[in-house]
C-alpha cells in the first residue's frame, strides 16, 4: 500500500531551528510537496521537490533523498507565526496525491 | 488569491438530509478537487474534475456526488447525509498546465451532521 509518515507534533523555540521529517512509500514518484496549515485556515503551497539534493526559499528549505524514501523541511529563524502543521504529499505514478496526517508545530517563545 | 471561494464556511445538518457544497472559482482553471480532512488522517480525495461535465472518483467517493456544469463551479452533494461525513471539506484547484502543478486551496467548509 500507499503510506507517508510524519510526526504527529514537535515543539521548538522561537529563533531556533526545527526539522519536519517525512518518509514514504508510493507506487511510482512524480514529485514531493509541503504545505502549510494554520490553524481553521486552508492549506498552502510551500515547496516541490522532484530531484535529489536540498532547496532553499527564505527560512524555509526542503530535501529529499528518493533512493531513501525521504524528505525533510527545514525552517530556521523560527516565528511565532510559523506555528501551524506541515503537510507532506507524494504524487504517484498516476499523478496522485497522497498526504501525510500532518506535523503539527507548536513554537515557544 | 486563486480565486477560490467556497459556500456554505460552516453548516450543521440533519442524518439523512441532502447537502450541496459549492466551490466557485474565478480564474477558469480546468482542474478542480473535492477533498476531506479529519483529524488523524492526511487530506483524502473524494472527486475531481478535468472539465465541464467531466468529473471521476477519488479514494473516498462512496455517498458522495459531484456536478460540473461551468467551468467556475463544481458542486459536492451528499445525497443523504451520515455521521460519517461530519469533516471540513476543501476544495482546490491546479494551477498551472502541468500535472505536477501545486494545488491552490478554498477556505474550506466545516459541516457538522448530527
Known amino acids: 500500500g500507499q503510506n507517508i509518515d510524519q510526526p504527529t507534533e514537535m515543539t521548538a523555540t522561537e529563533g531556533a531551528i526545527v526539522q519536519i521529517n517525512c518518509t514514504y512509500q508510493?507506487?511510482?514518484?512524480?514529485?514531493l510537496f509541503w504545505y502549510q496549515q494554520h490553524a481553521g485556515e486552508a492549506p498552502t503551497f510551500l515547496s516541490y521537490?522532484?530531484l535529489d539534493g536540498l532547496e532553499e526559499k527564505g527560512r524555509f528549505s526542503s530535501f529529499l533523498s528518493r533512493s531513501k524514501g525521504y524528505s525533510y523541511l527545514l525552517l530556521k529563524e523560527l516565528q511565532m507565526k510559523d506555528s501551524a502543521s506541515y503537510l507532506c504529499?507524494?504524487?504517484?505514478?498516476?499523478?496522485?496525491?497522497?498526504w501525510g496526517a500532518g506535523t503539527k508545530l507548536i513554537i515557544k517563545p | 488569491d486563486a480565486g477560490i471561494t467556497q459556500s456554505p464556511r460552516h453548516k450543521v445538518t440533519e442524518t439523512g438530509t441532502p447537502v450541496t457544497l459549492r466551490c466557485h472559482q474565478t480564474?477558469?482553471?480546468?482542474?478542480m478537487y473535492w477533498y476531506r480532512q479529519d483529524p488523524g488522517h492526511g487530506l483524502r480525495l473524494i472527486h475531481y474534475?478535468?472539465?465541464?461535465?467531466?468529473?471521476d472518483k477519488g479514494e473516498v467517493s462512496d455517498g458522495y456526488s459531484v456536478s460540473r456544469s461551468k467551468t467556475e463551479d463544481f458542486l459536492l452533494t451528499l445525497e443523504s447525509a451520515t455521521s460519517s461525513q461530519t469533516s471540513v471539506y476543501f476544495c482546490?484547484?491546479?494551477?498551472?498546465?502541468?500535472?505536477?502543478?501545486?494545488?491552490?486551496f478554498g477556505n474550506g467548509t466545516r459541516l457538522t451532521v448530527t
Open positions: 482546490a484547484i491546479r494551477v498551472g498546465q502541468e500535472e505536477t502543478s501545486p494545488l491552490h
Open positions: 480564474e477558469n482553471h480546468r482542474y
Open positions: 474534475s478535468y472539465g465541464v461535465k467531466d468529473t
Open positions: 508510493t507506487s511510482g514518484f512524480n514529485g
Open positions: 521537490n522532484v
Open positions: 504529499a507524494v504524487m504517484d505514478s498516476n499523478y496522485q496525491l497522497i
